[in-house]
């Protein structure tokens, strides 16, 4: 910390002005110190920053073809790890044997996600098919896992297999009725740069819906198969025209609380 005021705004409240000494550990300019005035400028939520916290920077050219550097956000490997450490150790506890499969569940879904979905995409392959057919792999592998093997299981994978691909129709019809683009975001922008022009950004758009919607469907589809078995042991004689209506109560309740 090299200097550190408040400085008055016309207009503004004062605001907090920091000149920073910051070691670069990574990329071109590894080693060097470089120093960068946080402040001058009037911003909402302007951060304070404080010794030892790594942050990550990046820079640009100045009118006088100088480098100018900004402090772009935080670096929050540890805390994440930290919070990802809490979350399986709570899993675990709680969730026992079942919480060990679920976390292993979820870590091959990642597995799917980073060496098939991914690379697929990015080597050109269609978006859309690719994301479903990756959902095909990790739906049965995190539900089975997740809440044994059994006929509710089976019942609740088919369900969100068949409400999976219905997702996708409608997403895309959706899209091209509302002519979406997938360029809603300046990292879209970024890739398309990157990849020069060569990303399908619309296709990229209803991948993320489709992937995205796989964390509601297990919720719905599962908790709506456990109802549907637990009234059908609660009442072995239950007619099925009784047990339909009874079903469609919960899954009326769970589309109104979507």
Do not use: C
């Not at 026992?96 to 996600?113: A, D, E, W």
């Not at 990756?134 to 539900?143: D, Q, W």
């Amino acid at each position: 910390m090299l200097e550190e005021k408040k400085i008055e705004v016309e207009g503004q409240q004062p605001n907090q002005y920091q000149k920073l000494e910051v070691l670069v550990t990574e990329g071109s300019l590894k080693d060097k110190t470089i120093n960068i005035e946080v402040g001058d400028i009037a911003v909402v939520n302007q951060q304070k920053y404080q010794p030892d916290e790594e942050v990550i920077i990046t820079y640009a050219k100045g009118i006088n073809n100088e480098d100018v550097f900004y402090i772009t956000d935080y670096v929050r490997h540890k805390s994440l790890v930290w919070l990802f450490v809490i979350f399986v150790v709570l899993t675990v506890i709680i969730g026992k044997r079942r919480g060990i499969s679920s976390l292993f569940g979820m870590g091959l879904s990642f597995l799917v996600i980073f060496k098939y979905i991914l690379p697929s995409i990015l080597q050109g392959t269609d978006p859309i098919s690719t994301a479903i057919i990756g959902s095909f792999f990790i739906i049965p592998i995190t539900f089975y896992l997740s809440h044994g093997f059994n006929k509710k299981t089976t019942v609740a994978v088919v369900g969100t297999l068949i409400a999976l691909v219905i997702t996708g129709f409608l997403s895309k019809t959706y899209v091209e009725v509302a002519k979406l683009t997938g360029f809603a975001s300046e990292e879209a922008g970024f890739l398309q740069v990157a990849k020069q022009g060569a990303m399908n950004m619309k296709g990229i758009l209803l991948a993320g819906i489709i992937i995205g919607v796989l964390g509601v469907l297990d919720d719905i589809t599962i908790s709506q198969s456990a109802v549907v078995f637990q009234l059908k042991k609660t009442n072995p004689l239950i007619k099925k025209g009784e047990l339909y209506k009874a079903a469609m109560n919960v899954g009326q309740d769970h589309i109104a609380s979507m």
